[in-house]
């Protein structure tokens, strides 16, 4: 059998490179056997990756159990939450493309066989999959797992983003701070991504549903033997897939990433999912667009229920039966015959599954909305769609109007919103967050947490050209496109402008004439931008609108 790494360690002709991997120990053993990188984004800066050198070690053994060489080298990884809040969030998005230009270097440099991809949190794991896209050599997610969750606050399970809410109630006078403090402790009790479902365990649930992981590694916990049994039996799958053949773009076929879209509907996942999904789809050289998510939402019910949709956490769904079990109750709405990691098709997969608890997996005949989890809209203020999450936001608050309180910044309206300026009945719009704009479109989650803990979470709503945080709720709309930045619509509303919401038949406008939103818009002069040097200078030229992924565009 040809493997790609024969081209470079070829004996007598490459004597040099196989002198140079033996300088590390290397056998000519090792040598005869197909090479698999191991794309580690271990770090002791993200929870999310910290048992990643412990999840490397089992995909080692896995990988030389089953024929191969393992090589390892490291990948970067920003912490959302870390970032959170501040300038860091600027850098978090523009991270995914970084990640998937390293790997792709790694492995086209060294001519690896295939790639194991070890990450958890929210850019990381889409970077990687846009990565194995491109690349489309034999290659396999491993999620680091998710963290567990803390002592009952609010009425569920607590987790990090408690922290926000209790800042607000904080604020509200209902708590002290030796209350906040001892929270502090105890939301987070150990590593792995966080343990409701926001961006980063969407997408590992996600990875799984497209057939990029084995069953059950989006949702493993990271502190479990379950974790490090799947990171092994990862490293087997991977020479499997090399022995086979089976590429990376076999498995994220169409029908795959339709089938993840139908999920994410289906568990009510991530807003960011409508970034990634169409990226990953452009580096396998398909084309899914932000409207397909719309179409699947108004035929898949949703039909789990998981934080901030519902009190459980990410465990709580993991042992009620996990992706498998809602991809068997929604089987007949998959594509069954595409490929996975396993070898095996997602109807083989499975076939087995069952659901464990009816209160947070229910059936296709009784489910929690008729409708999926997410809501594509359109309207005067957003020609080129929005996205928001009827899942996450009250029914009572699928339809609101309000007036316009206008912040260029995340930080004015955080300001104005801990200073008690923003009152019941008010839209508060943040511009100049998006792709270019902001530049990176960071995310707007500590305004909406700030809200909820001051009690507007219902009674206030929240548009912006930026994103959300998959743990966000009360009433939001994000993703506006085209951006202010880009001389959209967002950028002519001013302070008392009547804007609204309208979920249930996808529509977001401002009550002006479109005669005055274009006089407005002829006066507007772009300002200038907020980072001027290092790659975000260079990301906010390249960034495609975030109806389009917020990709780079390379062909």
């Known amino acids: 059998m040809f493997w790609r790494s024969k081209e470079i360690l070829k004996f007598p002709e490459r004597a040099g490179t196989r002198a140079l991997l033996k300088s590390m120990g290397y056998t000519d053993y090792d040598l005869e056997r197909p090479l698999i990188g191991i794309a580690n984004s271990w770090s002791t800066i993200v929870p999310g990756h910290y048992n990643l050198r412990q999840v490397a070690a089992a995909v080692r053994d896995g990988i030389r159990q089953a024929g191969g060489t393992p090589v390892e080298f490291g990948v970067i990884g920003v912490c959302d939450g870390i970032a959170n809040g501040h300038i860091g969030m600027h850098y978090v998005l523009p991270t995914r493309d970084l990640i998937a230009h390293s790997i792709e270097m790694m492995v086209q440099a060294h001519r690896l066989d295939g790639v194991v991809l070890l990450g958890s949190c929210d850019k990381i794991v889409p970077g990687m999959l846009m990565a194995a896209a491109r690349l489309n050599v034999p290659a396999i997610l491993v999620p680091g797992g998710n963290m567990q969750g803390g002592p009952y606050f609010d009425g569920r399970k607590s987790d990090v983003t408690t922290l926000s809410e209790a800042l607000g109630v904080l604020k509200a006078g209902k708590i002290s701070e030796e209350q906040l403090a001892g929270l502090e402790e105890a939301v987070a009790p150990g590593c792995g991504s966080c343990a409701f479902l926001g961006t980063a365990n969407t997408m590992c649930c996600l990875a799984e549903a497209m057939g990029m992981t084995l069953p059950f590694a989006g949702t493993a916990p990271a502190t479990s033997a379950a974790r490090m049994r799947l990171a092994q039996e990862s490293g087997r799958a991977i020479v499997n897939l090399i022995k086979k053949g089976i590429t990376a773009r076999q498995i994220m076929t169409r029908g795959s990433l339709m089938n993840a879209i139908k999920v994410s509907m289906a568990m009510g996942g991530s807003t960011n999912s409508v970034l990634h999904i169409p990226a990953i789809a452009y580096e396998a050289e398909l084309n899914i667009s932000v409207d397909a998510f719309d179409t699947l939402s108004r035929t898949t019910p949703q039909i789990a229920r998981i934080y901030p949709a519902g009190p459980a956490n990410i465990l709580d769904f993991h042992e009620a039966g996990g992706v498998p079990a809602v991809m068997r109750e929604i089987s007949s709405l998959l594509e069954l015959d595409?490929?996975?990691?396993?070898?095996?098709?997602?109807?083989?997969?499975?076939?087995a599954a069952k659901t464990i608890n009816r209160d947070i997996i229910r059936s296709l005949e009784n489910p929690f909305n008729r409708e999926g989890g997410l809501a594509i809209l359109r309207g005067n203020l957003a020609p080129n769609t929005a996205v928001t999450k009827p899942a996450a936001i009250h029914p009572s608050m699928w339809t609101f109007a309000g007036c316009a309180k206008v912040f260029d910044s995340e930080e004015a309206a955080n300001e104005a919103i801990l200073n008690g300026k923003i009152h019941e009945g008010d839209v508060v719009v943040i511009r100049y967050e998006g792709p270019k704009g902001g530049p990176g479109m960071r995310e707007m989650y500590r305004a909406m947490k700030i809200l909820y803990g001051l009690g507007l979470a219902l009674k206030t709503a929240l548009i912006t050209d930026g994103r959300f945080s998959g743990t966000n709720n009360g009433c939001f709309v994000g993703h506006i496109?085209?951006?202010?930045?880009?001389?959209?619509?967002?950028?002519?509303?001013?302070?008392?402008?009547?804007?609204?919401?309208?979920?249930?038949?996808?529509?977001?406008?401002?009550?002006?004439?479109?005669?005055?939103?274009?006089?407005r818009l002829a006066a507007w002069q772009k300002p200038e931008p907020q980072i001027k040097e290092g790659?975000?200078?260079?990301?906010?030229?390249?960034a495609e609108s975030a109806n389009e992924g917020a990709i780079i565009r390379y062909r």
């Open 338 to 351: 595409v490929m996975t990691v396993t070898s095996k098709t997602v109807g083989q997969n499975i076939e």
């Open 481 to 519: 496109s085209p951006e202010a930045a880009e001389g959209g619509p967002l950028a002519a509303v001013r302070d008392g402008d009547i804007i609204t919401i309208d979920i249930p038949n996808r529509n977001l406008r401002v009550h002006l004439e479109e005669k005055e939103i274009q006089q």
């Open 535 to 542: 790659y975000l200078a260079l990301y906010s030229r390249l």
